[in-house]
């Protein structure tokens, strides 16, 4: 359990690549944090790092970054592959609480690992969900239920830019992502569940062959498209439609909600370096509310303050994030917010779409651990 911190939360860092170097930013933000610790193994990486940390301590290991007496809390951002490897030496050497980007782990032979890790470490975990916290995510979650009366029907539609290029292009490859509907899709499971309060049932998944990578070197296995339905046990369905080439859209994310009293939508832009500046000003994340009666949709902006647009590439999202966390590590607040299983049932969704496009066959997913595990606690 946390207990109350006063003076400045030192972070440790695990990773900082393109998203450690986005929390970096972030972590600038907050009023009494300071990063006191990096371990990144790639010189170029560590030196975008180390500009955007200038106190912090550069270290050449895991361990080498635990004995950092400091630390009052760790972030882990490396790739995916490495994340629950890197939880067992953090609690075998020294359990901080611990912020862990998405997703919580890529093999899904590696499950009773984690419930080993998660019955037995001592200290809170968060799992980074970003979307969550995106202004119009944060305010459809919100205002769901008024809107829809109960829903029924929720549609997730991301058309974004490829995925980019990383150290050894790692997120190239199913065997260190989980493959794409776990890389990048868990956030999308992570808000069906939580928006619909239920567990999914069963998953039917479908994808194209893909567009992106097939010319590069090393020959790419991952999707950059697809489709995947989700039935929960409430009823509702789900859906997620995913296209990676598609990153001359308005909006990259799209997300509906519907039911007997109406529709809502969250509309959000994609990071807004990429919007080219011959379009003028960059789209702003909106949120529209539909009623069946009376008819009129009602559309309402939702700006993200430039300050936060700058540190990152999730419209202010993971700053609010951080907020949380450091409240938790202060001992402000008793839990994490996203839990260790709601990081294992979002990839666990993940991994029965990517087994679903795999075997054409619909996947159960009744009696999952994560439900075993969360029952039990």
Request: hydrophobic fraction near 45%.
């Given at each position: 359990?946390?207990?109350?911190?006063?003076?400045?939360?030192?972070?440790?860092?695990?990773?900082?690549?393109?998203?450690?170097?986005?929390?970096?930013?972030?972590?600038?933000?907050?009023?009494?944090?300071?990063?006191?610790?990096?371990?990144?193994?790639?010189?170029?990486?560590?030196?975008?790092?180390?500009?955007?940390?200038?106190?912090?301590?550069?270290?050449?290991?895991?361990?080498?970054?635990?004995?950092?007496e400091a630390?009052?809390?760790?972030?882990?951002?490396?790739?995916?592959?490495?994340?629950?490897?890197?939880?067992?030496?953090?609690?075998?050497?020294?359990?901080?609480?611990?912020?862990?980007?998405?997703?919580?782990?890529?093999?899904?032979?590696?499950?009773?690992?984690?419930?080993?890790?998660?019955?037995?470490?001592?200290?809170?975990?968060?799992?980074?969900?970003?979307?969550?916290?995106?202004?119009?995510?944060?305010?459809?979650?919100?205002?769901?239920?008024?809107?829809?009366?109960?829903?029924?029907?929720?549609?997730?539609?991301?058309?974004?830019?490829?995925?980019?290029?990383?150290?050894?292009?790692?997120?190239?490859?199913?065997?260190?992502?989980?493959?794409?509907?776990?890389?990048?899709?868990?956030?999308?499971?992570?808000?069906?569940?939580?928006?619909?309060?239920?567990?999914?049932?069963?998953?039917?998944?479908?994808?194209?062959?893909?567009?992106?990578?097939?010319?590069?070197?090393?020959?790419?296995?991952?999707?950059?498209?697809?489709?995947?339905?989700?039935?929960?046990?409430?009823?509702?369905?789900?859906?997620?439609?995913?296209?990676?080439?598609?990153?001359?859209?308005?909006?990259?994310?799209?997300?509906?909600?519907?039911?007997?009293?109406?529709?809502?939508?969250?509309?959000?832009?994609?990071?807004?370096?990429?919007?080219?500046?011959?379009?003028?000003?960059?789209?702003?994340?909106?949120?529209?509310?539909?009623?069946?009666?009376?008819?009129?949709?009602?559309?309402?902006?939702?700006?993200?303050?430039?300050?936060?647009?700058?540190?990152g590439d999730?419209?202010?999202?993971?700053?609010?994030?951080?907020?949380?966390?450091?409240?938790?590590?202060?001992?402000?607040?008793?839990?994490?917010e996203v839990?260790?299983?709601?990081?294992?049932?979002?990839?666990?969704?993940?991994?029965?779409?990517?087994?679903?496009?795999?075997?054409?066959?619909?996947?159960?997913?009744?009696?999952?651990?994560?439900?075993?595990?969360?029952?039990?606690?």
């Open positions: 359990m946390s207990v109350t911190k006063t003076g400045p939360v030192r972070y440790g860092m695990i990773g900082c690549g393109m998203m450690g170097q986005e929390h970096l930013r972030n972590i600038a933000l907050l009023d009494g944090a300071e990063v006191a610790a990096i371990f990144e193994p790639d010189a170029k990486m560590a030196q975008a790092a180390q500009t955007l940390a200038p106190g912090a301590q550069m270290v050449g290991s895991m361990a080498d970054l635990l004995a950092v630390l009052d809390c760790l972030v882990i951002t490396s790739p995916n592959f490495r994340h629950l490897e890197q939880l067992e030496e953090i609690a075998a050497t020294r359990p901080l609480p611990v912020l862990v980007e998405k997703p919580l782990f890529t093999d899904p032979t590696h499950a009773e690992r984690l419930q080993a890790f998660r019955d037995n470490y001592p200290a809170p975990v968060w799992v980074a969900m970003e979307y969550r916290y995106m202004p119009p995510i944060a305010a459809f979650l919100d205002e769901a239920e008024a809107a829809t009366g109960g829903i029924t029907m929720l549609t997730v539609r991301e058309h974004r830019f490829p995925f980019l290029f990383k150290v050894g292009n790692w997120n190239r490859f199913n065997r260190y992502t989980g493959g794409t509907f776990v890389e990048k899709c868990c956030h999308f499971f992570d808000l069906m569940r939580l928006a619909l309060k239920s567990e999914p049932v069963r998953v039917m998944a479908s994808a194209p062959p893909p567009v992106n990578h097939v010319t590069e070197a090393d020959a790419p296995d991952i999707l950059d498209a697809g489709y995947a339905i989700i039935e929960f046990a409430s009823g509702a369905r789900a859906m997620l439609e995913l296209c990676m080439y598609a990153e001359g859209a308005r909006y990259q994310e799209e997300v509906t909600a519907v039911g007997p009293k109406g529709k809502i939508e969250a509309l959000v832009p994609g990071p807004t370096r990429f919007w080219p500046a011959h379009l003028g000003a960059p789209p702003v994340p909106k949120l529209v509310i539909s009623p069946r009666d009376p008819k009129g949709p009602v559309e309402r902006e939702l700006p993200v303050p430039e300050e936060l647009l700058a540190a999730h419209n202010g999202s993971t700053y609010h994030q951080h907020v949380g966390f450091i409240a938790l590590v202060r001992g402000e607040r008793s839990a994490p839990t260790l299983e709601d990081g294992w049932a979002a990839v666990a969704i993940g991994q029965a779409v990517q087994r679903s496009i795999e075997t054409s066959e619909v996947v159960r997913l009744a009696d999952q651990p994560w439900q075993r595990v969360s029952q039990d606690a």
